[in-house]
């Protein structure tokens, strides 16, 4: 089935590294994504991996895909609270289809 | 460029009331998703679109949803009649090529139905 789970919330200090994290369950995704939502607004696409590279780094961003274990992670350095926003992972499909996760809240505190 | 175009940014009703949530996607883009996002359930995907043909309606919650895409510029989203329970924020987005998962979101529809 198309499943994508991450944790809630996540809380750190300006300057640190925050990690959030991604489960899914369907392995046939081709690629898989992270969004950004701030208050009010709509989804905006951060960064996105395809499903056959371990790794994909873009200034600040560093994404991380273990496919073996279904895992997927976004790893932000010298975090702002500019970066407080909900973040969401999501999986395409040759289907057409696009599944989130539930978001994970990063408040960024100074 | 304009990006996706949702109207109304609020709608408040009542229970009973038909809504229609309108959607003009990117000039170009091929492909029109509707989701819905509520704080317990999340983002759900209710329906999509590619050449303006519907794709996948799995997601529509129930009969009293109905969504249209008459043209390539333009959608809709119709709750008839609505239930407090249909209170949620409602997204269009709109992509370039089918089966990408880059999509451009608008800034969504909050829909109170008291």
């Known amino acids: 089935g198309e499943d994508v789970e991450q944790s809630l919330f996540l809380s750190v200090r300006e300057g640190d590294s925050s990690v959030i994290n991604c489960t899914y369950t369907?392995?046939?995704?081709?690629?898989l994504y992270w969004y950004k939502q701030e208050p009010g607004a709509g989804l905006q696409l951060l960064t996105y991996i395809f499903s056959n590279m371990d790794m994909k780094q873009d200034q600040r961003l560093t994404v991380l895909l273990n496919k073996k274990d279904k895992h997927l992670s976004l790893r932000i350095a010298d975090t702002q609270t500019g970066d407080s926003a909900i973040y969401f992972c999501?999986?395409?499909?040759?289907?057409?289809?696009?599944?989130f996760g539930q978001g994970t809240e990063l408040s960024v505190k100074p | 460029d304009a990006g996706v175009i949702q109207s109304p940014r609020h709608e408040v009703t009542e229970m009973g009331q038909e809504v229609t949530l309108r959607c003009k996607p990117i000039?170009?883009?091929?492909?029109l998703f509707w989701y819905r996002q509520t704080m317990m359930r999340g983002l759900e995907l209710l329906i999509y679109?590619?050449?303006?043909?519907?794709?996948?309606d799995s997601g529509m919650p129930e009969d009293r949803f109905s969504a249209k895409m008459p043209n390539a510029s333009f959608s809709t989203l119709k709750i008839q009649p609505s239930e407090p329970r249909d209170s949620a924020v409602y997204f269009c987005?709109?992509?370039?090529?089918?089966?990408?998962?880059?999509?451009?979101f608008g800034e969504g529809s909050r829909l109170t139905v008291l």
């Open positions: 000039s170009g883009h091929n492909s």
């Open positions: 679109f590619n050449n303006n043909v519907p794709i996948d």
């Open positions: 369907d392995s046939s995704s081709t690629y």
């Open positions: 999501a999986e395409s499909f040759s289907s057409g289809k696009l599944i």
């Open positions: 987005a709109s992509s370039l090529r089918f089966s990408t998962g880059e999509l451009f």
